[in-house]
Nanobody
């Protein structure tokens, strides 16, 4: 059974930091590009960041570039999202996703085959 399990969300003040983790199991994710998406209350899901299978290429949403960093440890089957300088508008449920068998990172949610259940991030002003 394929599973992606996110953790690390919580409540933080504006300007603070959080690190999200996504542990994968049930298939070999080391060949998959991985991404993070988020959905704020009352809004559509949006792309946050993605990373290639090797970690050699990263891409970010314009809203988080310079503040968030995506990384991965294939030996641990884990993807991370380091979030710094958090703003109230970053409040959302954050989802980890995997592109099954495709190593080049995409910004399109339709390109992702496996999804986690999400972890909630709340940034207070």
């Amino acid at each position: 059974q394929v599973q992606l399990v996110e953790s690390g969300g919580g409540l933080v003040q504006a300007g603070g930091s959080l690190r999200l983790s996504c542990v994968t199991s049930g298939r070999t994710f080391s060949s998959d590009a991985m991404g993070w998406f988020r959905q704020a209350p009352g809004k559509e899901q949006e792309f946050v960041a993605a990373i290639s299978w090797s970690g050699g290429r990263e891409t970010y949403s314009e809203f988080v570039k310079g503040r968030f960093t995506i990384s991965r440890d294939n030996a641990k089957n884990t993807v991370y999202l380091q979030m710094n300088s958090l703003k109230p508008e970053d409040t959302a449920v954050y989802y980890c996703a995997a592109q099954g068998g495709r190593g080049w990172p995409s910004r399109r949610s339709q390109e992702y085959d496996y999804w986690g259940q999400g972890t909630r991030v709340t940034v207070s002003s």
